[in-house]
């Protein structure tokens, strides 16, 4: 609860996954992917419940084992590679609607994002509140690197390449010249439920960023992304040290 505003954390774990086999049981640096962004929610000072949705038997046990509510499994219509977030999130409130909680926010968390902390998510809900007269969303943003537009282009169909602004620059900028931008890193996204109810999103007219650096916004869809995670988190404190 943050100033009187009880807080959700919804969590969407499903099965199926085609990139990574189980993934979201998969050991990662001692602990079930899933229990990743559990752990976070239930040691943030802030969240008051912290709920899985799952359609898998499995994740729903290695869920409840980490301390998460999974009072009933997901349908397997709203578990299909295109189902929207939007829907899953929509079918949760549905159903904890009958617990008669007022509850004021939400909190997405995902698995495939571990390396977002209960820090991360207090410092998301501050910074929300602290402008919440103005905005009523937040999502995570990290800055691009050298995937800044600046340096993308396309490829003609006679195999040529082509800038994205259409003109040749008289030489390659360099990363430190160029504007700054910043890509949806899929670390957490919070609303106020009320609003997610209106507009279905989180993303909208609404929405503050909040700043991830750029190691914490790699998210695990293969084998490589998990791999490059766990040297992070075996890492981790060195990382933190070169940020300094």
């Known amino acids: 609860?943050?100033?009187?505003?009880?807080?959700?954390?919804?969590?969407t774990a499903r099965s199926g996954s085609k990139g990574l086999k189980n993934k979201n049981i998969l050991n990662l640096h001692g602990?079930?992917?899933?229990?990743?962004p559990i752990e976070a929610a239930l040691k943030s000072k802030y969240v008051d419940r912290v709920l899985v949705s799952t359609d898998d038997k499995d994740i729903?046990?290695?869920?409840?084992?980490?301390?998460?509510?999974?009072?009933?499994?997901?349908?397997?219509?709203?578990?299909k590679d295109n189902t929207p977030s939007s829907d899953v999130i929509m079918n949760v409130l549905e159903k904890i609607e009958k617990d008669k909680i007022n509850y004021e926010y939400l909190i997405l968390l995902e698995p495939t994002s571990p390396l977002t902390t209960s820090s991360d998510i207090d410092l998301a809900f501050e910074k929300l509140e602290a402008n919440i007269l103005k905005y009523d969303s937040m999502i995570s943003v990290a800055k691009t690197e050298s995937s800044n537009?600046?340096?993308?282009?396309?490829?003609?169909?006679?195999?040529?390449?082509?800038?994205?602004s259409g003109k040749f620059p008289s030489d390659l900028p360099r990363r430190q010249d160029v504007r700054s931008t910043y890509f949806l890193d899929g670390s957490l996204y919070i609303s106020k439920i009320s609003t997610f109810l209106s507009k279905k999103s989180f993303y909208h007219e609404n929405t503050l960023p909040f700043i991830f650096p750029y190691w914490k916004s790699f998210e695990i869809d293969t084998y490589l992304d998990f791999i490059c995670i766990e040297a992070i988190m075996a890492?981790?404190?060195?990382?933190?040290?070169?940020?300094?």
């Open 1 to 11: 609860m943050i100033n009187n505003k009880k807080i959700i954390a919804i969590i």
């Open 31 to 36: 602990k079930p992917l899933v229990a990743w």
């Open 60 to 79: 729903a046990a290695v869920s409840v084992k980490a301390g998460a509510e999974v009072p009933f499994l997901r349908d397997k219509s709203l578990a």
């Open 149 to 164: 537009p600046e340096f993308s282009l396309n490829i003609s169909d006679d195999g040529v390449i082509k800038p994205i």
């Open 235 to 244: 890492n981790i404190e060195k990382i933190k040290l070169m940020e300094q």
